[in-house]
Each structure stands twice: as C-alpha cells, then as structure tokens.
C-alpha cells in the first residue's frame, strides 16, 4: 500500500529533507504534498485527501498549534492522523500537541528510520496516543 | 546547570544533529591554523533564560553541509538554499541544546536568521569541531544564571 503525504514546515529545506527521507527509506509515498505554514495546508486539504500529515509547530501566518486545533473541528479531516515534528522535546509541549489530536511526535533532530517506524505505526493504528503526565 | 553541563550538552547537540540529519561526522577539534567561519546563522529564544545561538562556520563546510542535507551535489545547492539549511541548523542545535537545560518549560524559539559572521559574546558558552569540510562553530549566549563550575 503506498500513501498520500502532507508536509507542512515554514522552511524549503526542511520539506525537501523530509520528501527525501520517506523516499529513500522504502516508504511507500505516492503522493508528496507541501505547504508553508497551516493556512496553505487547510487550504490544500479542501481539495486534496491525504493519508497522514507532518507538521511543525513553529510557523508563520497558522502555526502548528493552532493548524492541529482547526483540523479538529472540520469533520472531514479530523481523522486524517497528524504528526508533529519538531525541535521541542519538552514533555510538557509534547503532552499539548497530543492532547491537541497530534496521533505521533518527533523531535529533531531524527535519523530517517526514527520518522520512517512513526510514520508507519501512525498509519498502521491511526488513533489517539496516551498523553504522557509529568 | 553548570557551564562545563551546558557545555557537554552544546557539543553533544552539534554531534548528534549533523550525524543524524545531515550525514555529515565530527571528526575533532579545528585546527586552529584552519580557515575562519564565514557564514553564520542565528536563532533567538525567550524564557526563563533567554538568549541566542550562532552557528558559524566556512564557506565550505557550509555547502557541503547543505548539500548532504538536501540530497543533491554541492555544485548544484544555491545560496538561498545554503542560508535555508544553516538555518535549520542553528534551529535544531539549539532546540536540542535548550531541551536539556530547560527541563519542563516549552522552548519559545525565534525564527532563525543569516546574520554577520562577528565572533562569540564575551561569556558565551562555545563549542567547535572540524567537519572534515571546514570548521563548524556554536555559541550560545543566555542570560546569567549559570552556575559557575
């Protein structure tokens, strides 16, 4: 089975090193999407389905944060499952961007198979994770 | 935190960051005869301590780095995509970095920038390596509270 992807990061570089690492790690990607920030990604999700999303927090215009909170609330997309990547290896944000319905969280930096297994056990069993307590 | 920990935790952030996303190995200390950085990228964070982190480094090191990032040969990374991975960079080291030394508190990141290539802040804790391309520098300056060691 291959698998229709969103990345959304403010940086180009970012996005292109993510493509690469799902590419060259054999997961199955038949479709790449990309968006700088939440807002293009809502935006492109009116008109695309995916099968999972990867998203900063940290971005311009919509950040993660905010970008997690309103896929919740579209019917349609709220069980499109969302994992956030990024430099926060905080418990504490961790803890808020799964309570938030992020169903996976990776920090950077990752090696490729760390995204590759979160990926795959995202798609595998698309629901909510525990959130960790302090 | 005692600065000889954050000092530990600096150098094991450069480690780990450029081993694991930009395939790219530390082999050492620089030499100290070496060409100096000429290209740097900064990153700015709020909370209880705030401060910055630089990241210097060559020309050299700079593209090659890039280059491994991006998956392409370092004659065909261009400059804007140079300064976007050096921001990356300095963006990871120091979400790494501050991860450590914050423990609960959620990092409050600015967003990371090209900036002059003008040496560390007296007081700032420091770290460099040869990356095989160049030398690679990290400074991190915060507010105070840093025991002293």
Known sequence: ?134 | MTEAALRKALADSIVETLDAMFFTSCLGEPDPEGAPPEMASQVSFEGTRPGRLTVRMTARAARSIAANFLGEDEDDVSDRQIGDVLCELANMICGFVLSRVEGAEELRLGAPRIVETAGPAPGAVTHAVETGCGVLEAALEMEDRICPP
């Not at chain 1, 999700?45 to 940290?58: H, P, S």
């Not at chain 1, 993660?64 to 069980?79: A, T």
């Not at chain 1, 992020?102 to 069993?125: C, N, S």
């Open chain 1, 1 to 134: 089975m291959s698998y229709r992807v969103l990345i959304v990061d403010d940086s180009p570089a970012m996005r292109t090193f993510i493509r690469r690492v799902m590419e060259s790690s054999g997961f199955e990607l038949s479709s790449c999407f990309e968006a700088g920030n939440g807002e293009e990604a809502l935006a492109l999700l009116q008109t695309e389905w995916v099968d999972a999303i990867l998203t900063d927090i940290n971005m311009p215009v919509l950040d993660g944060e905010e970008f997690l909170k309103r896929l919740s609330e579209e019917d349609m997309l709220s069980s499109v499952p969302a994992i956030v990547i990024s430099t926060d290896a905080t418990k504490h944000r961790m803890g808020r961007m799964l309570a938030l319905g992020a169903r996976g969280y990776v920090t950077k930096p990752f090696r490729p198979e760390d995204l590759r297994a979160e990926l795959e056990r995202t798609l595998e069993a698309p629901h909510a994770v525990e959130v960790p307590h302090d």
